[in-house]
């Protein structure tokens, strides 16, 4: 069974940066398609971010297309995703989900068997 530890978060100014990483346990990561997820106070969860078993399929939302980029390290049971450009409007928990890879790209949080326990991103104006 794999596990997920998210990590990463904190408060930035808009503008900033932040990496936030996805750290799982279990020897079959690379077998499962990675993705992140957001959830602002009073909003539902959404989809931000979403990578096959390498670099050739990937998805982003439109809000963040441009400004984030998700990556994986399969050797070291590590997804990532490099935060730019940031905005007050990214404010949120961010939350990394995977699901064992069936050929397609998902971005429907149900189809996400697996879930970190979230890390918190504040950007101020």
């Known amino acids: 069974q794999v596990q997920l530890v998210d990590s990463g978060g904190g408060a930035v100014q808009a503008g900033g940066s932040l990496r936030l990483s996805c750290t799982a346990s279990?020897?079959?990561?690379?077998?499962?398609?990675v993705g992140w997820f957001r959830q602002a106070p009073g909003k539902e969860r959404e989809f931000v971010a979403g990578?096959?078993?390498?670099?050739?399929?990937?998805s982003y939302a439109d809000f963040v297309k441009g400004r984030f980029s998700i990556s994986r390290d399969n050797r070291v049971n590590t997804a990532n995703l490099q935060m730019n450009s940031l905005k007050p409007d990214d404010t949120a928990v961010y939350y990394c989900?995977?699901?064992?890879?069936?050929?397609?790209?998902?971005?429907?949080?149900?189809?996400?068997?697996?879930w970190g326990q979230g890390t918190q991103v504040a950007v101020s104006s």
């Open positions: 989900a995977a699901y064992r890879w069936v050929g397609q790209l998902k971005r429907s949080q149900e189809e996400y068997s697996l």
């Open positions: 279990g020897r079959i990561f690379a077998n499962y398609a």
């Open positions: 990578l096959g078993l390498n670099h050739s399929v990937r």
